[in-house]
């Protein structure tokens, strides 16, 4: 499995834009994308334009087939439109689970 992690500064006036394109791009992403196993969006508790994004897929092909769905392209404009440029910042990782939880996911 692969993990995602983003960090990411929003305009404070383009807040409400970024909710909506956000929540298109998770809520699609997991219904959607049979390797898209989790797609979590977070409010930093003291920064209220800092999100975090937690998104977990089955493997490095479902993360490329993520990039190529027509949601990640709105995502893509919408993120363009409210981030602060240079600050979104990316982090994978590969996810080592127990056999118990390989087997629920594969």
């Given at each position: 499995m692969l993990s995602l992690i983003v960090s990411?500064?929003?305009k404070p006036e383009k807040r409400e834009r970024f909710?909506?394109?956000?929540?298109?791009?998770?809520?699609?992403?997991?219904r959607d994308e049979p390797g898209?196993?989790?797609?979590?969006?977070?409010?930093?508790a003291e920064e209220p334009n800092r999100f975090f994004f937690y998104?977990?897929?089955?493997?490095?092909e479902a993360f490329a087939e993520h990039k190529?769905?027509?949601?990640?392209?709105?995502w893509r404009a919408g993120?363009?439109?409210c981030l602060v440029p240079g600050s979104q910042v990316n982090t994978f990782a590969e996810v080592l689970v127990s056999e118990s939880d390989a087997t629920a996911h594969a």
């Open positions: 990411v500064q929003v909710l909506e394109v956000i929540a298109d791009n998770a809520a699609r992403s997991v898209c196993l989790r797609f979590d969006v977070v409010e930093h998104e977990l897929y089955r493997d490095t190529t769905a027509p949601h990640f392209a709105g993120a363009d439109e």
